[in-house]
């Protein structure tokens, strides 16, 4: 079985994303993927939702829908390690940096300089 990578504050922590390929009960869907969820103990914190004509082949939502689900989930800290790797390697072979140390960080909202003096 797996195990749930620790989110946050709260474990239970979900980012649930919901696509509409034209489907006409995409509404009731909606709602009942949240129940379906909440029933199985985890606690909606962003609803991910929009239309979409087609699956994108690499990524299912499309790139937008990527970095708003990526956002929502960095507000939580609940980045896994393996998308953290995966995306390092797709920007290694995207912008040929074969060979270079690259190291990719997730920074909350959170100023930490907030309490400094200068």
Known sequence: MLERPLAGPDARAAV????DFGDASYGEGIEEFARLAE????????LVKGPRRRP???FFAGTGKLAE???????LNAVPDTYR???????RSVFRLEGTPL???????RNPYVDRRI
Do not use: W
């Open 16 to 19: 649930l994303v919901c696509l």
């Open 39 to 46: 029933s199985a103990g985890a606690v909606r914190h962003v």
């Open 56 to 58: 994108h082949p690499k």
């Open 69 to 75: 689900i990526a956002h929502a989930a960095s507000a």
């Open 85 to 91: 790797r995966y995306l390092e390697s797709d920007f």
């Open 103 to 109: 190291r990719i960080e997730f920074r909350s909202g």
